[in-house]
């Protein structure tokens, strides 16, 4: 199989645009042989309203070396691997009219990417025609912090991944590609089933300040000050049998704190994985054909640490107490004040696992409750660009209102409770004088002095950092972002270009359901969800009234007071190209300028990689226990080495518990089951040496009998040649 060669190439290529050409070319032979052996079109039998497929890729990036996404801390750089990341592509077509399509990708990624779905796109024209476009195909992110970074195009989410990284950009496209092409090959005619259900201490909103500015009218509509509803679109074969799902629940990516270094598709990776096990428990990961989709929702101010957010001060007056309310500090600074998980007695990935099973069973309860509504009904989308620099708008009361080129405030600089910023930067600061006038000299070096005019647009946000004014050496923030809606019967999905607070997402599906049902698109069955952040990352999206008390998402609404506004009036004016026989495309801006082409990356490459003296690569350095283990007990294993960027092993494995079975080995475990991990350990950079350690934690209901830890590893010589090599521990026994 060609990936594991491809991956070894992307991880030397010098240049940030080469690997677009090779993923297209070796996609291309991979796919040849789909193409000779199944014809174009296809011929809809059976009962089936609709034409579904599924499929799903590994996206894992480099797992050493790498800054993760997510939190924009430079120190959290990846050691090693918890459980891979992996796009899921769902594909719905009109049984009568299978041009009629969209093509929804759920990928454990931080956000969707305008250079990615770019490359997406045009990788598409050239395996399907026109087909797969950017009307109707979606890239979605699961808002996963734990994932490889260094893939966005714009300069500001790179900043901490020392720029463009080529290997993660091309491990997300190669298996988003490949999870399409399963889909695409797999089209079968089905049925899509639609319930929901609610699902409490799953979440908890991390800015309830902010959240109370909102009219005390509208809060008194809801329970809670965050969503909890979960939303299940269920795939079915003309059989009844369930095939997948897309699940819609608004929950940050953060089960695991900044300081975790093991790639993770964090709690709805844990989900998916959940589901799909159950599903199909005999099949490895990955090799799953039920595909589930745990999908992001209005997330902006959700956070799965749902205990609260306590000061973490050893020595202070206020160690252990719960954070100031307004603006999230303890003795006045921020670095302190952390949120908890439900698992934090313990340890951030049990918390990870209860927040990714809490969504695992809501979502199976919905599914099996044999209550779900049939959907039926045309298949539809709209796609346009937006220029949010400059967009001007009638509000419902009549008055202008107007978008902003961006700009980050300085709460921004503050963080959150998932992940607290630094120095003496607060959220909840909406003052004209800065807290510290030494940042206001030291704003003026990192970015253009807003003018007065920017200054007023994005009032009263205190502008720290006028990113839509920086274009140098490349744009640091998107002007132009991507607004699309899917349509399935009844089924709306909003693919939103960032991230929603609760009440903005509110307020969001609550426009677009009414329009749809006013303009006679859909009637009173029209449900509609939110998806995101997707296709192009604006950050955040608050209301009004929350982006006046700017905390941290309302420092992070780049586009100024009326974002939320201008979302809803141009979603709003598109409910018409959703309707059953809607005609002819919407106007719309240019594109956003490609970028990744001028992308700068200070990632170095691997330059070799040798064992200790006397020691060859996959020795065993430190063996397992010779008494036997039992569930609950972890087994560990330390192996000579190699630097896992010679070959990122995409659809494999760099390690696998194995079983003795009638005297031969069976493997049972992968580096994608949660109950392993693998980590990398640099021992020295001079002599190009390292270390691996493998642990397996054994899960309850574990066969008795003999196993082994088996490393797979491919090692650089000083020539440039990458070798495969394996390394076995000594058989052990699980009791």
Not at 24 to 29: G, P, S, T
Not at 669 to 685: A, E, G, L, M, V
Request: glycine residues 10%; proline residues 6%.
């Amino acid at each position: 199989m060609y990936l594991p060669s491809f991956s070894t190439a992307l991880a030397d290529s010098a240049f940030p645009f080469n690997w677009i050409h090779d993923a297209m070319r070796l996609f291309v032979m991979y796919l040849a042989a789909f193409f000779v052996a199944s014809p174009p079109a296809i011929v809809a039998q059976g009962s089936g309203e609709y034409l579904i497929g599924l499929g799903i890729g590994d996206v894992t990036g480099p797992v050493v070396e790498t800054n993760m996404m997510g939190y924009a801390f430079l120190p959290q750089t990846d050691t090693g691997l918890h459980m891979r990341q992996r796009s899921r592509a769902f594909i719905v077509a009109d049984a009568s009219n299978p041009t009629e399509r969209v093509l929804f990708i759920n990928s454990d990624i931080c956000m969707g990417d305008t250079g990615i779905r770019r490359t997406l796109l045009s990788s598409l024209e050239s395996l399907y025609g026109d087909l797969y476009t950017t009307t109707n195909t979606a890239l979605v992110g699961t808002h996963a912090h734990s994932g490889v970074g260094g893939y966005l195009e714009n300069l500001l989410p790179q900043v901490t991944s020392l720029g463009y990284v080529n290997a993660t950009a091309a491990a997300i496209v190669s298996g988003t590609l490949k999870a399409i092409a399963d889909a695409h090959n797999s089209l079968v005619p089905g049925n899509l089933k639609l319930g929901n259900t609610t699902l409490l201490n799953a979440n908890r909103n991390r800015s309830p300040s902010a959240y109370l500015a909102n009219p005390e009218s509208e809060r008194a509509m809801y329970e809670e000050n965050q969503d909890t509803t979960v939303t299940v679109l269920g795939f079915e074969n003309t059989n009844g049998d369930a095939t997948g799902l897309l699940s819609f629940f608004p929950v940050h990516g953060t089960s695991l704190y900044e300081n975790n270094t093991l790639v993770s598709g964090d709690n709805k990776g844990m989900a998916a994985w959940m589901y799909e096990s159950y599903v199909e428990p005999s099949s490895m990961p990955g090799n799953n054909s039920f595909v589930a989709g745990f999908v992001q929702s209005n997330v902006g101010d959700t956070t799965p640490n749902t205990l609260g957010a306590y000061c973490e001060s050893p020595g202070e007056p206020w160690d252990g107490q719960a954070c100031e309310f307004e603006h999230s500090t303890c003795g006045n600074r921020t670095e302190d004040c952390h949120g908890r998980g439900p698992g934090f007695l313990i340890s951030d990935f049990e918390s990870n696992r209860i927040i990714g099973q809490a969504q695992f069973e809501a979502t199976r309860t919905v599914m099996e409750a044999n209550n779900m509504t049939s959907v039926s009904g045309s298949v539809k989308s709209v796609h346009v660009y937006l220029d949010m620099t400059t967009y001007t708008f009638t509000l419902p009361n009549g008055t202008l209102a107007k978008t902003c080129p961006a700009a980050l405030g300085y709460s921004f600089a503050g963080g959150t409770t998932d992940g607290p910023g630094a120095f003496d930067f607060v959220q909840g600061d909406n003052s004209s004088q800065s807290q510290n006038p030494f940042w206001e000299v030291v704003k003026r070096f990192v970015t253009p002095a807003p003018s007065e005019e920017q200054i007023a647009c994005h009032y009263p946000k205190p502008i720290l950092l006028n990113s839509g004014y920086n274009h140098q050496p490349y744009d640091w923030s998107p002007g132009t972002v991507d607004v699309q809606m899917m349509r399935v019967g009844q089924f709306v999905i909003l693919a939103m270009p960032g991230e929603l607070t609760t009440m903005a997402g509110r307020r969001m599906r609550d426009a677009l359901r009414a329009k749809l049902i006013a303009e006679g698109v859909l009637d009173e069955r029209a449900y509609v969800v939110i998806a995101g952040p997707a296709n192009t990352y604006g950050h955040y999206i608050t209301t009004r009234e929350e982006y006046g008390v700017q905390r941290y998402e309302g420092a992070s609404t780049i586009f100024g007071p009326a974002t939320l506004e201008a979302y809803i009036n141009k979603y709003s004016e598109l409910v018409p190209y959703l309707a059953e026989n809607a005609s002819g495309m919407p106007t719309s801006n240019a594109a956003p300028p490609e970028q990744t082409s001028k992308a700068i990356s200070l990632q170095t490459s691997v330059v070799v990689d040798n064992p200790p003296i006397f020691k060859h690569f996959g020795d065993v350095l430190v063996d397992v226990e010779s008494s036997a283990y039992y569930a609950g007990d972890t087994v560990a294993v330390r192996f000579v080495g190699a630097n896992p960027r010679n070959n990122l092993r995409l659809e494999g494995t760099f390690l696998t518990v194995d079983q003795q079975v009638n005297g031969e080995w069976v493997v049972v475990k992968t580096d994608s089951h949660p109950s392993t991990t693998y980590q990398w350990n640099r021992t020295s950079k001079v002599l190009g040496t390292s270390t691996v350690d493998v642990r397996w934690t054994i899960e309850d209901g574990t066969p008795a009998g003999i196993y082994r830890i088996t490393y797979y590893g491919d090692a650089k010589s000083l020539l440039g040649s990458i070798s495969a090599f394996t390394g076995d521990s000594s058989p052990f026994t699980v009791g």
